[in-house]
């Protein structure tokens, strides 16, 4: 009995450390697997907080960007309108305004040279500030012109060119012996009504300005006058002043691929302006010759009879002959020019510079010119443009004494050849 229930003991205690045994494992495998899942909780947490971050902070980044964006979007639109509002101000212009032209030619302040046209930029003046003239601007307005001179201009309007406006002035084409100045009327009008917003005066000059005093007073005798194109005139005074020097005896006169040698005594105003600028109609009726061209647009007439020379040292090589004409009242006349080798000019006597030219083949003396513009040669307006019956005198048929002149070179012409042949090459 003793024996069965000591063994019943010992089983039993075996049974309970097993199950003791069971139970720690069974808590400890728990404790582990509560330790893994709370490890991958937190790494799952972590993973999460940080995508969750991550997202937030793309998010708010997208949300920055956009944001930078949209203002960035705003500021632009908002510098667009600034602009376009500063450039079309709210108002009626109140003025006009011109700026140079694309040469620095300044409206009022340039002497303007007479058969150019210039173009300045033209705008107005809206609530103080300069806006160009458009399209959009003349929907509203419109411009009359009024001439307040007793003079006027060949063109003097605003219009545009290739959009954009400008005051389009051409002065008459001549050649007058002292400034003339032109003054015309500009008026804004509103077309809703026809009512005058404003009228705005315009003054300007243009002609060629007289040769400069001080250069004038530093000759000394025998010395060249040497004509500028920039300001070509010579005065009355000047003149006076150059013969003295010279004891009144001949001085000569200079200028581009030109010489004239004459007494200058008593000579009144003139304008000296000069050019090796062809004529259109003589070439196109001779397109198969050569020829130079020497012009004097003022056609500067003197009392006394003096001697032109006329440089050809850049044709005397191209040149196998060389004949000199006069261009006037339409045809050619031919002149009796001799050739100077030492200095290589073609020498004839005259008492009026008007254009000269030299060519290779010959023209029939008289020779009328096709569609020759003989106004041109007329310098009876430049006499009216300056009012004071000084200028320079006409060329026309009904002039007598140039009616003598031209006799006199018909007559030289005849008595010998006015080809002239270089003596050497």
């Known amino acids: ?16 450390l097993g199950v003791t045994a069971l139970a720690e494992d069974v808590s400890s495998s728990e404790a582990s697997s509560s330790e893994v899942s709370s490890s991958e909780a937190s790494s799952s947490e972590a993973s999460s907080s940080e995508v969750s971050s991550s997202e937030a902070s793309s998010s708010e980044a997208s ?31 109140t003025a006009f305004q011109f700026d140079a032209d694309e040469d620095g030619a300044i409206l009022g302040e340039t002497i303007l040279e007479p058969g150019t046209e210039y173009k300045f930029p033209a705008y107005v003046t809206i609530g103080g500030q300069k806006v160009a003239i458009t399209d959009k601007l003349l929907e509203t307005y419109k411009f009359s012109y009024t001439r307040v001179s007793s003079k006027s201009a060949e063109t003097f309007k605003i219009d545009d060119y290739k959009g954009t406006y400008y005051l389009y002035v051409e002065p008459k084409d001549g050649t007058p012996i002292e400034e003339i100045e032109l003054k015309y009327n500009i008026k804004l009008v509103k077309k809703s009504d026809n009512l005058s917003l404003f009228t705005q005066q315009v003054k300007f000059s243009y002609g060629y300005t007289e040769a400069n005093s001080d250069y004038i007073k530093g000759l000394d005798k025998g010395d060249e006058v040497e004509i500028d194109n920039n300001n070509p005139v010579i005065t009355e005074d000047q003149f006076e002043k150059i013969a003295e020097i010279n004891d009144y005896k001949n001085v000569t ?73 006069r261009y006037a009242d339409g045809k050619l006349y031919r002149l009796n020019a001799t050739y100077n080798e030492d200095d290589e000019t073609l020498n004839f006597r005259t008492n009026t510079l008007d254009t000269f030219l030299v060519t290779n083949k010959l023209i029939k003396d008289g020779t009328v010119i096709e569609n020759a513009d003989v106004d041109d ?37 005849a008595a010998g050849t006015v080809v002239c042949k270089k003596l050497s090459k």
């Open 253 to 325: 006169l200079s200028g581009p691929s030109w010489k004239f040698t004459v007494n200058v005594t008593d000579e009144e105003t003139k304008n000296m302006v000069s050019s090796n600028a062809g004529v259109k109609e003589i070439m196109a009726q001779f397109p198969d010759q050569d020829f130079k061209f020497y012009k004097f647009a003022g056609k500067p007439s003197f009392a006394a009879t003096g001697t032109v020379a006329l440089d050809v040292e850049d044709i005397v090589d191209e040149f196998d002959n060389m004949y000199t004409y």
């Open 1 to 16: 009995m003793k024996k069965a229930i000591a063994m019943l003991l010992a089983t039993t205690t075996a049974l309970s």
């Open 63 to 93: 949300s920055s960007e956009v944001s930078s964006s949209e203002a960035s979007s705003s500021e632009a639109s908002s510098s667009e309108a600034s602009s376009s509002e500063a450039e079309t101000p709210v108002g009626d212009p």
């Open 377 to 413: 040669d007329d310098t009876s307006s430049d006499v009216d443009e300056t009012d004071d019956g000084k200028g320079n005198p006409t060329t026309g048929a009904s002039d007598m004494i140039n009616a003598a002149v031209m006799a006199a070179i018909a007559s030289l012409a």
